[in-house]
């Protein structure tokens, strides 16, 4: 224990010191291109990476083999994006588009060895589920990296965070969603939720594949007008940690309330540990849902002069709060656990889904330049 203890804060050293030379290198490459709210959301997201770091120590491994991987994958490409079609490595392997083709067959592998490991309660599918999950999340991270340098070799004026339109954003998701998971998952030691979990994580693997094959969306666009700013670097990706949470939240809800049922209980963790998990789900998830609507806010007033206009995106990001602020109030302060929250936290989840593409499908406002 004391060899471990002791080993923890040079390995806390050690990747506070690779964030700090990554962020050095990057402001004194790209200075010249970035305004100063973007070098203060770089050295910002710098100290928020050697935070998380330290407080997750599985971070201190994964963020620089991403990393690692992503640089490898631009190495590739010698400054030339023609490459991506010639080069072996990047054509199967280390694209953006390769990486995101990669993490949808990992994810599927995973989900499937957790229903196995679930039924079967081996130990050792689950091991490898856990594994093939966090791998998974690798390739999402590493080929949003590597689609980031991409859009840069299309031209100075396309290249952009790769957080822009439905397939980035989905991809972000998945990363999100397995990332948050994978620590709960540590947290209570209980790899069956991942049977669940991952199938949100599948459903929006599908729809990647489907909107990528038929819809070609992977290719790189231009910004339109109203996503050139610096606030969707730190709007969308804090809203896609609430829109995570929440839909792990809800997969919960739906174990819960097998569970209740007598279905599954010797294969799943218990009622109150799935109750627990959930409530801590929507706990972060209202939290950085919050951060993400007041940020949203302040990027209105700047592009269209005004903090809220009601626009449909506007007023159903608002009911998406209310009704998880409804339901940490009720749990928090009336007490209230069991069934009902697990069943609100299931139609939370059709909330969100609806004020995250049904608006667009369906409805038109200022923020209608999403749509499928």
């Known amino acids: 224990m004391t060899t471990l203890n002791a080993k923890r804060p040079i390995g806390n050293i050690v990747f506070a010191a690779l964030v700090l030379l990554a962020a050095g290198i990057s402001f004194s490459r790209y ?6 709210y973007e070098q203060g959301i770089l050295f ?4 928020a990476l050697i935070w998380f770091g330290k407080f997750w120590p599985a971070m ?4 620089p083999i991403c990393a690692a991987t992503a640089l490898i994958g631009i190495g ?5 994006l023609a490459r991506g079609g010639s080069n072996f490595f990047l054509k199967y392997l280390l694209s953006s588009q390769s990486l995101v083709m990669w993490m949808c067959v990992l994810f599927a592998l995973a989900t499937l060895m957790y ?12 091991s ?11 390739a999402s991270l590493s080929s949003s990296l590597v689609r980031w340098y991409e859009g840069y070799l299309i031209g100075p004026d396309v290249g952009h965070i790769p957080v822009s339109n439905l397939y980035e954003v989905f991809v972000l998701f998945c990363l999100i969603t397995a990332l948050m998971y994978l620590y709960y998952e540590a947290r209570f030691a209980a790899r069956t939720m991942g049977a669940f979990v991952l ?3 599948s459903a929006a693997v599908g729809f990647i594949l489907w909107y990528s094959l038929d819809r070609q969306a992977h290719e790189i666009q231009p910004l339109i007008p109203a996503l050139q700013s610096w606030w969707m670097k730190i709007h969308v990706p804090a809203n896609f940690v609430g829109y995570g949470a929440f839909a792990i939240a809800a997969m919960l809800g739906i174990a819960q309330l097998l569970v209740s049922r007598g279905v599954l209980v010797s294969k799943l963790p218990s009622y109150d540990t799935l109750g627990e998990v959930m409530y801590k789900a929507i706990a972060i998830g209202f939290l950085f849902f919050t951060i993400a609507t007041i940020l949203g806010a302040m990027w209105a007033a700047d592009a269209w002069g005004g903090y809220w206009s009601w626009d449909p995106k506007e007023t159903w990001a608002l009911i998406v709060w209310l009704n998880y602020a409804a339901w940490l109030h009720i749990r928090l302060v009336k007490g209230w656990r069991g069934d009902v929250l697990a069943w609100w936290s299931v139609i939370g989840l059709l909330v969100v889904t609806f004020a995250f593409l049904g608006v667009n499908m369906f409805l038109s406002g200022l923020h209608s330049y999403g749509g499928l």
Do not use: H, P
């Not at 590739?76 to 030339?80: A, V």
């Open 31 to 36: 200075r010249g291109a970035m305004d100063y």
């Open 44 to 47: 910002a997201s710098a100290a």
């Open 60 to 63: 201190q491994r994964f963020l």
């Open 76 to 80: 590739f490409y010698e400054g030339e």
């Open 115 to 126: 229903w196995i490991g679930m039924l079967r309660r081996s130990a050792t599918a689950l």
């Open 128 to 138: 490898l589920a856990s594994g093939l999950t966090w791998v998974a999340a690798a």
């Open 199 to 201: 199938m949100v994580i």
